[in-house]
């Protein structure tokens, strides 16, 4: 009975959140019992590209660490929070949550690139422009923050 209620909680789980979940806590067993090592699982484009060893461009996101506090708190953030996306910003959009993923990830590896690029319009609109000569910050925005007693003079 238990295991029914168990099987069916976990069947509505949005399906990139259960399979994210689901092989980030088994990557993460597999090296607990030493089935294979955290050294088959690192990014490293030498062996990705010279050895063909593909799988490394994913499993590098799905170990989190030895088994413990650090790891449950990992994966309960982590099932949040994909759970949150799926079924808030990606609704019924399975293809644009991975694609969230890939936009994510990849751009912050050794060489990596962004796919989706803000366009230049754009980055002229919301950039900051140059210093203005003529702008008098607030006082909590200098430097050693207020100027107490600047200005001011008692009894007088």
């Keep these: 009975m238990a295991y029914q209620s168990l099987r069916l909680e976990y069947l509505q789980i949005p399906p990139v959140s259960r399979a994210y979940t689901?092989?980030?806590?088994?990557?993460?067993?597999?090296?607990?019992?030493?089935?294979?090592?955290?050294?088959q699982l690192y990014f490293n484009p030498e062996l990705i590209f010279k050895h063909f060893q593909i799988w490394r461009l994913i499993t590098n996101f799905l170990f989190f660490g030895p088994v413990g506090f650090n790891f449950l708190f990992n994966m309960i953030f982590l099932y949040r929070y994909c759970r949150m996306l799926e079924e808030g910003s990606f609704r019924g959009i399975a293809v644009g949550h991975i694609y969230f993923f890939l936009e994510d990830v990849f751009?912050?590896?050794?060489?990596?690139?962004?796919?989706?690029?803000t366009p230049s319009i754009l980055k002229a609109i919301f950039d900051t422009p140059d210093e203005d000569p003529n702008y008098n910050p607030l006082p909590e925005e200098r430097p050693g923050g207020f100027a107490w007693g600047e200005g001011q003079r008692l009894g007088g």
């Design 22 to 39: 689901t092989a980030c806590v088994l990557t993460t067993a597999a090296v607990q019992l030493e089935l294979i090592t955290p050294f």
């Design 107 to 117: 751009p912050n590896q050794p060489g990596g690139i962004r796919i989706l690029k």
